[in-house]
Every structure is written in C-alpha cells, then in structure tokens.
C-alpha cells in the first residue's frame, strides 16, 4: 500500500503565535534574503525534529515508491516557487534524495499558481490554489495505483488552473 508522511513546514514561523520567534529570527538571520530569495516572512520551515522523524520513518519504510510527502511550502525550487520555499528545504531534499527509493511524490501547495518537476525520479507536484479563483472551484482528485510496475498517481484535475497527469513511479 501507499503511506502519506505529512511534515508541517509551518512549524518555525514568524507568522505563529504558538512558535517561538527567536527559532524563525535564527532562521533569517542564518540567511540573508539578498543571498537566499526564499527567506521571506511569508515562509516557514519544518525544523529539526521533523526532519529527524522524517529520516526515521523512511529508514523503516520497506517498499519501494510507496511515500507520498505533503507539506504546506514547496521544497523543490523551479524558477517559479523560488520565493515561495519552505525555508530549510535544502535540508528537507537531502532526506528525501538519500531515501529517494523510498519516496515517490512530494505534495505541497502554498505557491498558488502550482508548479510540477521531478528530480532523481521523485515527483513534486505544488496543487494551485482555489484562493486565487474564489469564484470557481478547484481540486484535485489522486488514484493511487499499485497494480504492476511502476507504482503509478492518476491526478484528476477539476476546475481552475488544474491538470490531469501520471506520475509514475
């Protein structure tokens, strides 16, 4: 079967009340905006203990292509979604790409106009926003497939800004 990983790249953020703001300020000041253009106030990251659980569960993850990742803020940059990164996506790409027979498909949004790569055969698909559209409707519907090789996501797009794709594993 398929197991979804969800990591709240929303938990060190300037923009929480319930968060420390000197973690988020540590973040900011470790990389000037100048320097790294996905170091905006908007933008959050998921910090080490997640990342710690996020390494582990992979570790133990026996079958292969069969993670999905959801986060708010993309982690894969694509001339796009540059400003719009979860801040310490460096580091979260670093797990992801050291267990990349693990994951298959790295499910975020935040960036609302959505965007798609894929690098060393892990997808990452940023779904737009129904925010944009507020008087149309838009989602997505994910069949996830594990019948024969490779394991396979139909994405069914409906509404605004959507797409159907095949991710395959």
């Not at 069949?143 to 396979?152: C, F, I, N, V």
Request: with cysteine; glycine share 6%.
């Amino acid at each position: 079967g398929w197991v979804v990983f969800v990591l709240d790249t929303t938990e060190i953020a300037l923009y929480d009340a319930d968060a420390p703001p000197e973690h988020a300020a540590a973040y900011l000041q470790a990389q000037p905006i100048e320097s790294a253009p996905h170091m905006q106030t908007y933008n959050s990251a998921a910090g080490p203990s997640q990342l710690t659980a996020l390494n582990t569960f992979l570790s133990q993850t026996q079958t292969p292509k069969s993670v999905i990742i959801a986060t708010h803020h993309p982690i894969h940059p694509t001339p796009h979604t540059t400003a719009h990164l979860a801040w310490d996506h460096p580091s979260i790409l670093t797990t992801i790409f050291t267990h990349k027979s693990k994951v298959h498909t790295v499910l975020s949004g935040h960036f609302h106009e959505g965007s798609y790569s894929q690098q060393e055969g892990v997808h990452f698909l940023v779904m737009p926003a129904m925010l944009s559209h507020p008087d149309q409707n838009a989602f997505s519907i994910l069949r996830l497939s594990d019948e024969g090789e490779p394991r396979t996501i139909h994405v069914d797009g409906c509404g605004t800004k959507t797409q159907d794709m095949i991710l395959k594993g």
